[in-house]
């Protein structure tokens, strides 16, 4: 934009929207606009305005090429100039809204920077640089009016100066007014330019008054919080010590407690460990002393054991008194004795001293020697007063033996032709007599042997209580163990029983027993297995008789009296195993004939049938098995103790007699299949020795027919 049309520009808005006031308006619009373009196409009009002329040093009038030229009021107008036409042009130019933009902008940003306060470092630094541009700014405007200033009064003196006046041309008055004009306008603009940059300078320089003020505060607040937070934190940090250190303190004096504690506690123990080590090494001498004098006491009574052992060798007996079984059975007893004497001193031989209940043990055997001696010595008296009297009496009796011998040979055979004309008759309803009375001979034995141990049996003391229930487990615990895959078990189960009943000390429930414990012992361990035996046998499977009869008959070859009490509770449950039918005497109610014919009464009644029946089989099964079986291990000579002919008896009296209904048939079928299994398939009968024969079918069918 030229230099004509920056002022038209300016004139038209200072003369329209700026300049309200009438002392600043042309007198008629019309000269306005002529004098606007009489400035524009004259020379100083095409003057291209340039900012940085002053930068390049040049002049800044080196566009107008015309000469200069007053005119008659020049001297009005240049007493009124008093400033560069640089200066007229920049503060018109900031008037019309040329102003420096930076400015311009700083007061926005000085408004903003009061409305948010956070960073009060950048707001600072950035007020403090546009204040600073601001007064570069103004000193450069300044400094180039006085330059401008200088170089017009230099301009001003050379056409003022006489030596020139020939050469200045001047303007037409309309022209002069005109310009005249034009620098009032620019004065007046020039004022206003600086008043508004004066306010604008006063409120920037309050704003960052305000802004400075209220920036200090805050830091001064923001110091203030931080000294607070610091103390707030070194207090915190102290106090934190000072309960680390009350801890501290408390946990070493709760240690050294504990540690005063368990020295207190060591030293007890220690003293008390001391003292538990000599009471131990005076019990350990107390102790050795007396297992000396308890093994010197042994020795004694197995001296004094043999030597009444010696009495009671049937080789040692220079009186034959006493018959042969009484003195076997005293000779029995004496070896049984000295056993359990010599097990005891074979404990000894391996470094250790008898225990009490090992001199309780020698010390009983020893009493019981005593006893077995004294009790030989009372029945050699009898047996010789007895024969005195008997000798006196078979005196007597030959003389009557005489009268009566006559009148019993007749009798007799009245009896027997009696007998016969009854066979021929038909069967018969009880047995014979020579069985009925073995019968009752068995049943007399045990009940003999029940009154024996009466005393065991009914004790009231807690110790002899608790001995009678270790016998009674050892006893019928071995029976319990006895099935049909017992196999090499049967051995085992054999050597505990018969340990038992030799008077041995055997290991039941981890305890120690033995039958000398109690001078009834061996009579009460007797009957209860020989009961457990029948008992096994009622209650197992049909297959378990074999094992159970093995071992039973095992038992019996040694051991004959518990054979005998086996019979008696077999007749007692099964009275059919003898054979016979016990009649129903007068005076009898239903319930006791049911129990004396084998079955089962209790509070709810009678068993049934079928398990009446079972058990019946079960027991005859057992009893047909102890015919035919033997043990394996035993001694090979001598008969069986309960041979075939027992069976064979048991058969035909069987036969001969009346049958009952399902009785009859039952028992028969089970005796002879137990005869034909044993026969084909018997594990047992492989093993034994040619003495534990069998019956084969076909020798069973010859005898049957012969017996019919």
Known sequence: ????????????????????????????????????????????????????????????????????????????????????????????????GHSSPGLSEEIPASGSS???????????????????????????????????????????????????????????????????????????HRRKAKVALRVRQEMQEKRLAEVAGSESEQLKRFEEFMELKQRQEFQSIRDMMDRETKESIGRQEKLKEEQRHRMKILNLRMREAEQQ???????????????????????????????????????????????????????????????????????TTEGAFPSVDDMTVAERALHEMRALIRLMQEEVADVQENRKRREQDEEEALRRQAELQAQQEAQKKAAQSAKEKAQRKGLQNSAEDSTLKWFRDLQDTATQCAQAFGQLNSAKDVQTKKLKLELQKAATLPVNQIACNSGSQLREIFDKIDKLLSGRAVVSGGKSVSTSQHPQGLEFVSYKLAEKFVMQGEESHHEAAFPIAVVASGVWELHPKVGDLLLAHLHRKCPYAVPHYPPMKDGTTVEEYQKILGYRVNESGVEDQDNFLKRMSGMIRLYAALIQLRWPYGSKQGSSPHGLNHGWRWLSQMLNMEPLADITATVLFDFLEVSHTSSSSSSFSSSSSPHCSVMSEGFFSSRFVETL
């Open 1 to 96: 934009m030229s230099p004509a049309d920056e002022l038209q520009h300016r004139t038209v808005g200072s003369c329209s929207f700026h300049h309200p006031d009438k002392s600043l308006t042309m007198p008629a619009d019309s000269l306005r606009w002529d004098t606007l373009d009489a400035l524009k196409h004259s020379p100083k009009g095409k003057i291209k305005f340039d900012p940085f002329w002053s930068d390049r040093g040049e002049d800044i009038m080196a566009g107008c090429k015309e000469a200069v030229s007053l005119s008659a009021n020049s001297g009005i107008v240049l007493e009124r100039l008093d400033s560069s036409p640089l200066l007229k042009f920049c503060f018109l130019g900031s008037s019309s």
């Open 114 to 188: 009061r409305g948010s306060l956070p960073d009060v470092g950048a707001k600072l630094n950035a007020l403090s640089a546009a204040v600073d541009h601001e007064q570069n700014v103004s000193r450069f405007l300044l400094q180039s009016f006085r330059n401008e200033a200088k170089d017009d009064e230099a301009d001003v003196s050379k056409v003022s100066s006489p030596a020139s006046l020939p050469s200045i041309s001047l303007l037409s008055p309309k022209s002069m007014e005109t310009a005249g004009r034009i620098i009032k306008c620019e004065e007046e």
């Open 277 to 347: 080590r000599l009471r131990e090494a005076e019990l350990e001498r107390q102790r050795q002393a007396d297992g000396r004098e308890r093994l010197r006491n042994l020795n004694t009574i197995q001296e004094e054991v043999l030597q009444l052992n010696q009495l009671l060798e049937p080789s040692s007996q220079n009186n034959t008194d006493l018959p042969p079984a009484s003195l076997s059975s005293y000779s029995v007893r004496g070896n049984q004795l000295c056993s359990q004497v010599s097990e005891v001193v074979r404990k």
